[in-house]
């Protein structure tokens, strides 16, 4: 005979409320009351449902982000002459024992070029014009001449499609515009804007101050160097001959992916064999590092935010389940006066948060799969999911239930029969 149904047991008995009994009750609590359970169920549903799909969104989006770092950057090498005032590896002003200064050899690229693992390279300088504007002056129209401040800057041929840029319209100069030291000109595609120029079959001029200069090209789509999209860019070897450069800036090297580490390595002996430590390497961290660092970046923030969602859905179970508990004061009272202990009353309401959270565990798992699924086949992603995380999602709705339950079962087991029958509820 159950301990709180019928007549009212002998005092022996009242400690046989068995599992069965505590099970049979939770579960009729929780039926009785369909509306409420779906209410209650959705906090831990969108609790756990963010907390699975933005843990699977994070891991898909950390490797495509990851990806992508590979793609653009992983594969970029830049080495330039050491500062004097740095030692080989240190920082600048660390000690008065210094490299030799060194400078870039004018076939840069041709050396580089021998070495597995380049794709591409090109010298760059940032050269002093002075006070010296550019200018143009109209073909039609010589009244007309626009007249702008703006960097000038020597290139080799190949820096072109080192960056990955494109020629809009013309050419790039080549080795015989360098070797000759012609007077020819590339604009970047916002100089040319504002110098207004947007063809080249005319054979436009640009003016350096009182240097002219035939532009042959323009370029755009420079994603690694964006201010040569602002500047003229003129061959090495005229800028040697007119602006006495002694020697190019810097070199930059595109590499094949995963190569960047080894090419780093070689660049400084293959470009000064006599003296390596006079130059400096500026090389992308390992992939690996890069990889690890951006997943985690982006696991700790989506986490962050999935744990939130799980503290309001474990408030709204809270909630309900004392409004429950506010509710059924009479059956409380009844249950209490037929034999049930403040434990038995207590473990029910306990059994009642833990069965909704469970539910709301196993239905979130299922709506963060697919959504996490949906949104990489909408983004034509690969999907990244934790099964540990979407299987163990029932487990922790459950554990979220028992903490949210607490409080109201304790407030339950609390209640005295003679309160209840007092309430008239």
Do not use: C
Not at 88 to 113: C, F, M, Q, V, Y
Not at 263 to 275: E, F, I, T
């Amino acid at each position: 005979m159950r301990s709180f149904r019928g007549t009212p047991p002998h005092p022996r008995v009242r400690s046989s409320f068995s599992l069965r009994d505590l099970v049979d009750e939770a579960l009729a609590g929780v039926a009785a009351r369909p509306a409420r359970l779906a209410l209650t169920t959705l906090g831990t549903v969108l609790g756990v449902a963010a907390l699975v799909a933005t843990v699977g969104l994070a891991q898909t989006a950390g490797g495509q982000i990851a990806g992508r770092f590979d793609a653009v950057t992983m594969t970029e090498v830049v080495v330039a002459p050491r500062d004097p005032g740095a030692t080989p590896g240190g920082n600048r002003g660390e000690s008065t024992s210094t490299a030799p200064a060194a400078l870039l050899p004018w076939d840069a690229e041709a050396r580089l070029g021998r070495l597995a693992g380049v794709v591409a390279s090109g010298t760059y300088s940032r050269l002093n014009v002075g006070a010296d504007r550019v200018r143009t002056v109209p073909v039609v129209d010589p009244s007309g001449a626009a007249e702008q401040t703006m960097p000038v800057a020597a290139a080799s041929p190949g820096l072109l499609s080192t960056l990955d840029g494109e020629v809009v319209t013309g050419r790039f100069f080549d080795e015989g515009h360098d070797r000759r030291a012609d007077p020819v000109a590339v604009l970047g595609a916002h100089a040319a804007e504002r110098l207004d120029i947007n063809r080249i079959d005319v054979q436009p001029t640009v003016f350096i101050g009182d240097r002219p200069f035939t532009v042959i090209g323009i370029i755009d789509g420079v994603n690694r160097r964006t201010e040569l999209l602002d500047s003229v860019v003129i061959p090495n070897g005229t800028a040697a001959a007119l602006y006495d450069l002694t020697g190019p800036d810097e070199v930059r090297i595109r590499t094949a992916l995963g190569a960047a580490q080894q090419v780093g390595a070689q660049a400084p002996l293959a470009l000064a064999p006599n003296a390596p430590e006079g130059m400096e390497a500026r090389v992308p961290p390992s992939p690996a590092h890069v990889k690890a660092d951006v997943a985690s970046d982006v696991n700790a923030l989506f986490l962050l935010l999935g744990g939130v969602a799980l503290v309001v859905g474990a408030l709204g179970i809270a909630n309900v389940t004392l409004l429950s508990v506010l509710e059924r004061v009479g059956e409380i009272g009844l249950r209490r006066s037929l034999g049930a202990t403040r434990r038995h009353v207590a473990a029910q309401f306990l059994t009642e948060s833990v069965t909704i959270g469970f539910l709301g565990g196993m239905v979130g798992a299922a709506v963060g799969v697919l959504l996490t699924v949906g949104v990489s086949i909408a983004r034509d992603w690969t999907p990244v999911l934790d099964l540990r995380l979407a299987g163990g999602a029932p487990l922790l709705g459950a554990v979220i239930g028992l903490i949210a339950g607490t409080y109201p079962a304790w407030k339950a087991s609390a209640v005295q029969p003679i309160a209840a029958l007092r309430s008239g509820t």
